[in-house]
């Protein structure tokens, strides 16, 4: 009797142990399978580019998820002919299906978020599609250097139909409160300000131990420093010829901050614009150009500065990152709009035509 009660009482001791983690496995198939093809599998949270063994277009991935800290996003890619595909792969307990067709393109699925987030994608396709071929007619248009008003009609056509996909992302993604939901949101959240990424910040408080959500997190902080009525902080940077510039210098003035640096494609496409803001905006509205570039390169910024006529001030952070990681800046170029009693009140990430400037000048200053 003792040897039975000690024997009861060792399996109860081991049962919360068992309890703290899960067991996913991930099951995939290559169509197009041969030795030059690499599988990468990624997981964020225990492991960083593993390459996997790949047998006759098969290949078994297992690994175990600690309570409280699943599900959680990784990451599986095929790297071939010098070019990377892959997909995200949610991990949960329960066996995971992946496949690579013979375009590389892939499924996932098996699991419930797996499933959950193969069904978004479809949902959002459409969405995506329609603002990929509206902006695809604009950048044909430029390429062939169209005339200004095609390429503001054409650009306008495109905003519309990305603005009309935002609001409805946003809402699916709300309205879909699960794990496959948060994994797209940060896409999206990306472009907002504060109040609408705060919505996304409660709504998956759950999934507070990820990284994502905690890249999520910081840049709300950010957004909540500069969007949306918030007072933004002074700051003083060197001017080109070494004068000292302060934002509080335009107190009493609406601000348009433009953070760029030289080597920005899309930095300098937008400079003719906002040198037709400057000038149309003069005495409403001062732009304070933020360059990012090294002291070292401060040669090559100068040279741009004059090639593109950016007559407006311009000052350099040659940190890259303190006036970028306060407002949160997550790609280039991006503007922020200051109002005169230096609060922030929106940003506008990546170019935009001039007229769309004007609309989204025009929408705060009134």
Known sequence: MKKIFTLILFAALCLPALSQNKTYVIKGTLEQFNPEIKLTF?????????????????????????????????SISVTKGGSVFGNSVILEPGEIEVSFDRQMKTTVGGTTENDNLEKLKNILSK????????F????????????????????????????????????????????????????FTRYEGANVVGKFIKQFERFSYTKGYESMKKHYEAMSR??????????????????MVSLSDFRGKWVLLDFWYVGCGWCRKLAPNLGKIYNEYKGKLEIISINVDKESDKEKMMKVIEEDKM??????????????????????????????????????????EAGELRRFLDKYMK
């Open 226 to 243: 500069c969007t949306d009525g918030a007072m933004v902080k002074d700051f003083t940077l060197p001017a080109p010829d070494g004068k």
């Open 311 to 352: 007559v407006w001030v311009q000052v350099n952070d040659k940190t890259k990152k303190d006036l970028p990681e306060y407002f949160g800046v997550t790609g280039y170029p991006t503007l922020y709009l200051i109002d005169p009693q230096g609060r922030g009140i929106a940003m506008n990430v990546g170019f935009c």
């Open 127 to 134: 969405y995506n599609d329609a603002s990929k071929a509206a």
């Open 42 to 74: 990624n997981d964020w949270g225990t492991t960083e580019g593993v390459n996997i063994v790949v047998e006759n277009g098969a290949f078994e991935i297992k690994g175990k998820l600690d309570e409280g800290k699943y599900p959680r996003v990784a």
């Open 136 to 187: 695809s007619a604009w950048s044909e248009a430029s390429n062939k250097k169209a005339p200004e008003q095609e390429l503001e009609e054409l650009w306008k056509k495109s905003q519309e139909i990305r603005d009309e996909a935002r609001e409805m992302k946003i809402r699916i993604l709300m309205e879909n409160n699960n794990y496959a939901s948060f994994v797209l949101a940060p896409a």
